[in-house]
């Protein structure tokens, strides 16, 4: 029910392709500890995120890592990248602590 | 008295409406017109990567049924004796049902989905069980091979793509191997292949049809929706469709009615014209024959309705909205499976790696998506109160080559305007119809978006439309 890989459904293509592209510059999440306290400049200077996406990185490989092949992590690492910028965006959405999210609970037992 | 009719290619590709008309006169067999769709499904079908499973034996017994209460006077609506085809996502009582995923193709369930009863219960045959884009794309394909039934195939050149996820529903539509189909969208994935197959297909309001036993990617984002020949036969399978269920609480109560008669062409004399918006910049990226299509589409519109340029859509992250609740919703509802390891038995690459990512969310941007979707609905409420439709084409291009990744099908061509994640963040109805061709003979559509609720309305448009055009009525040549 989705088609959200194709390329003309989002905004921000471009911003991202230039994201992924350097998200795939970043060492993979198993040298966590040479890029932990030093983030690529790289992904800095694209958002910040360098340090977040090693980090969710390591928590997919810990939790998930016997499932995936190294080039299986690095395209994880290339999506949690992009999932974080995405983020970001959206994190700059203004809101008031009055905007609930669009569904509701319901107490009712069915 | 009326003669029974022989079941020509003229028949199979007859709308829903005329089909019934044709079976409550007595004129066409639901058992002979059903065997004929069999023959195609078999015939046509694997070709087409279109099917999974063909139902015969319980399409033959239910169109006995059919056959047996029609000759004894009780007819059941325009329906009954109507062959179908369902999208492979609708659960179906110990028939197949794999979401189009090696590590489901043997998934059997014991009840039938909400929608399959409904469908029932107003005649209609089930043929077939339609192929499907793994797991409606929950992980991020990027090609057409991204099923285990292998690629979708568009009747109209079988080199390309018929579209995702509902591939199947939009190729058998196409080659008259169903009259109708049930698809499904989360973002797209009706509109696409309803355009990229030339037929009509119709995404509801969110809540307008049950999910009950459909296979769930996105609880928020789910809809269940027709792919008809027509617009109006969208209206007439939406109406056996649409209703509350107490299986799913999304589900709800909101009036939709559509007319046993046929519609009018025009507004009624003395009737107010319909009042139709065309999207800013809505072809802006569109390949040339795809904006040449589309305004030759406005040209029809304008003699019944007006027509009003450059209506810009809120300036909103829809696209990001949509991405981050699909994923966060999607590593939930297949968790399992990333657990088991089985996303490596997925047939797409980016698949088997996809959930993993996807699976990173963390919840308080889940939760923020969430909540921007609260002024998402008022801004997008307060344009679409203007108009009767916003209109722009489905897609900005045709479909990709079955060898290509997505990205590099039609480089320069695509995107513009985020219509169809808009419609989808908010749950708004939108309505795809053919609207010519263009490169390599391949159909292009536009598309009526509305108002919540609004799905008389765009059927209304779309059916005038189709009446001043004929490009519904074109057939592929099937080789």
Known sequence: ?110 | MLMPRDITEETLYAPVRELGALVREKQVSPLAVTEAYLARLEKWGPKLGAVVTVTRDLALKEARTAEREIASGHYRGPLHGIPYGAKDLLATRDIPTTWGAEPYRKQVFDYDATAVKKLRAAGAVLVAKLAMVELAGAFGYNNADASFTGPGRSPWNTGYWSGGSSSGPGAAVAAALVPFAIGSETSGSIITPAAYCGVSGLRPTYGRVSRHGAMALSWTLDKLGPMCRTADDCGLVLAALAGPDPLDPSAVAEPFAYPDREPPAVPPAGAKKLKVGVVRGATDRAQPEVAKNFAESLKVLRQFAEVVEDVPLPDLPFGEVVGTIVKAEGASAFRDLLESGKAAQLRAVADRSGGYAAAAVLAVDYLQAMRIRGPMKRAMDELYAKYDALVAPSRGTVAYPIDEDFDRAWPGFGGGPPVIPAGNAVGQPALSVPNGFGPKGLPTGVQFTGRVWGEERLVQLAHAYQLATGWHTKRPTLA
Do not use: C, W
Not at chain 1, 34 to 49: F, H, N, S, V
Not at chain 1, 58 to 76: D, F, M, N, T
């Open chain 1, 1 to 110: 029910m989705n088609d959200l890989s194709l390329p003309d459904v989002g905004a921000t293509r471009r911003e991202f392709a230039q994201l992924l592209a350097l998200a795939a510059a970043v060492p993979l999440a198993a040298g966590l500890g040479e890029a932990r306290g030093q983030p690529p400049a790289t992904l800095d200077k694209a958002g910040g995120i360098a340090a977040r996406t090693l980090a969710l990185t390591e928590l997919i490989r810990s939790q998930y890592g016997r499932h995936l092949s190294a080039e299986q992590l690095a395209a994880v690492q290339r999506g949690i990248a992009g999932g974080l910028f995405t983020a970001d965006r959206l994190a700059r959405f203004p809101l008031t602590n009055a905007d609930e999210p669009a569904f509701t609970f319901s107490a009712d037992v069915r």
